[in-house]
């Protein structure tokens, strides 16, 4: 949230500058994470990890166009949100974790871990030897995850600066 990438401050000088908020599409949806929860996950990863180990957070997210209103709301905005559609390759849900990574993560309760793999390359083992697919997973993206409420959302704006 608030980073370089991060839509939040272009919405802030819209609003602040009384233009319309432009989405691209309202229903498209991105994880919220501060950087305090940044470095909680790499402090996390340093006092868990191996080397090659990858961490994911399990991250609320939220809707840009829930995040459009929270903002309007915080800063008591009449300015329109408009749509202005959907840019060339933009991704409507941020993917943090595949089907395959999740098949093989260990959950840690506010954590994935996907521990590095280090078997050899003895291919003989993948004819006789496999993961059991019986269990059905999903992707871990902005879709399926905790979906902040627009109030929840004011909130967390609230601790990064947007009050």
Do not use: C
Request: glycine content about 6%; cysteine-free; charged content about 25%.
């Amino acid at each position: 949230m608030a980073s370089r990438g991060s839509v939040i401050p272009h919405f802030h000088d819209q609003i602040i500058n009384g233009k319309n908020i432009t989405v691209t599409d309202p229903n498209m949806t991105r994880f919220m994470m501060t950087l305090d929860h940044a470095v909680e996950l790499v402090l996390f990863a340093f006092n868990n990890g191996q080397s090659g180990d990858i961490f994911v957070q399990k991250s609320p997210a939220s809707t840009i166009g829930d995040l459009a209103i929270a903002m309007k709301e915080i800063y008591n905005s009449d300015v329109i949100i408009e749509n202005i559609g959907i840019r060339h390759a933009e991704k409507m849900h941020e993917t943090l974790l595949s089907v395959e990574e999740r098949m093989v993560s260990e959950d840690l309760g506010d954590y994935y871990k996907v521990s590095a793999d280090n078997r050899d390359l003895n291919y003989n083992k993948y004819f006789s030897e496999g993961i059991d697919s019986k269990a059905v997973l999903e992707e871990y993206n902005s879709f399926n995850t905790n979906r902040l409420s627009i109030q929840e959302l004011k909130d967390l704006l609230g601790t990064v600066g947007y009050k």
